[in-house]
């Protein structure tokens, strides 16, 4: 059964640069596609960007604050990892990130599409 397990977080300050990971067990990720969210208490969890398993990419362009240009996402099914490349971090940017599985292809950055989802990992982007 697939798991996934983030690691990268931390604190950074604005302006900084953070990598995270997503790093799967238990199936080939191949089959899978992987999307980062945030989680921001008292907000709804926000999809950042998803990767299908042929490597196309998608972020969210429906937000204002979309990330989008700020945030990269990649994989390397080699390895079993998804990464979440963010520069020019803001305090707005803080929350628990969380990577998630959806069999198969999709662009959906919905949750209720991803099945399986890692613990996640805390960024807190303060001076």
């Known amino acids: 059964q697939l798991q996934l397990v983030e690691s990268g977080g931390g604190l950074v300050q604005p302006g900084g640069s953070l990598r995270l990971s997503c790093e799967a067990s238990g199936e080939n990720l191949d089959d899978y596609t992987i999307a980062w969210f945030r989680h921001v208490p008292g907000k709804e969890r926000e999809g950042l960007a998803l990767?299908?398993?042929?490597?196309?990419?998608?972020?969210?362009?429906t937000d204002a604050d979309s990330p989008e240009g700020r945030f990269t996402i990649s994989r390397d099914n080699a390895k079993g990892t998804v990464y979440l490349q963010m520069i020019r971090l803001e305090s707005e940017d803080t929350g628990l990130y969380s990577c998630?599985?959806?069999?198969?292809?999709?662009?959906?950055?919905?949750?209720?599409?991803?099945?399986?989802w890692g613990p996640g990992t805390q960024v807190t982007v303060s001076s």
């Open positions: 990767i299908t398993g042929s490597g196309a990419t998608a972020t969210d362009v």
């Open positions: 998630a599985a959806h069999s198969g292809s999709t662009f959906s950055l919905a949750d209720t599409k991803y099945d399986v």
